[in-house]
């Protein structure tokens, strides 16, 4: 009995630590996702402008760009896979993970050959373990994204994309992330970014009502070249953003339900070891009267 007192004990002692650690990390994350849902509704304004702007140019200019045509044939697509650095995140990497493998099998089910582009060591660690090798990645700042990193991922893209399929391009590229809807709703979502897809076009005018005229200058081909790589900037910090944001709110949420996964296992060994204590003292009374009524019959 009193070894098994021990192992109770034992037991009771690691889950008040680990609940200690767990409840460090929910207040951690708690205190992390305002900030990173700030971030989120600042960058909301300024990727509507430029999104209206590259909409109003691709829509009211008669060009044909690399970036807003569809090719002939689709040889090469690749799929920029948004994770997180560190885990203790519950599902949040497997969604996304799942998610961009459904897309694979989709696009190669069409013909195409499938590369990938990795953001954050839980995917690097995810394509590694399965001898995948990546076209490039990214690691490091997945909690507080930086625009740098956005615009280095996006001048890779856009330099691929440029670049012809028979040469090692791509003719389409998908990003797949962790979008926030609140503090216990993160939905994995996944955006063809190029060739690009305005989110946001100018609305079709009324009957009886004329275009609006705009000026372009220096042309309209300039003002895309100038627009588009801003755009898929914006697009890709905002994913960032978005990511980063939702890895916060699934990271408080795994660490609230761990925290109270130990509560009930200090209460249930708790009752174990009460239950134990108790075995153990009335064995030792049975004892002690069984030793003095040995002790009397002897007189």
Known sequence: MGAQLRVYRQKIKSAQTTKKITRAM?????SRIQKAQQRVAASGPYSRAITRAVSAVATFSN???????EPEKIERAAIVIFS???????????????????????LKAQGKTVVHYLVGRKSVGYFA???????????????????????????????KFIQPASEGGVDEIHIVFNRFVSMLVQVPEVIRLLPLEVVEGVEAPEDN???????????????????????IESRIFNAMLQSAAAKHAATQKA???ASDN??????TYTRLANNARQSEITQQISEIVGGADALGSAK
């Open 255 to 257: 660490m609230k339900s």
């Open 63 to 69: 060009i044909d760009h690399i970036l807003t045509t």
């Open 129 to 159: 373990f399965r001898k995948r090798t990546p076209e490039q990645s990214w690691t490091g700042g997945t909690d507080a994204p930086e625009f740098e990193t956005a615009k280095e991922i996006g001048d890779a893209l856009v330099a």
């Open 262 to 267: 130990a509560d009930k296992l200090i209460t």
């Open 209 to 231: 009502t004329a275009l609006p005229a705009y000026e372009f200058e220096p042309d309209p081909i300039n003002v895309l070249n100038a627009l588009l790589p801003v755009y």
């Open 84 to 106: 997180s650095d560190r885990g203790l995140a519950g599902a949040f990497n497997s969604n996304v993970l799942r998610e961009a493998g459904e897309l694979e099998a989709r």
């Open 26 to 30: 929910e207040l951690i994350s708690a």
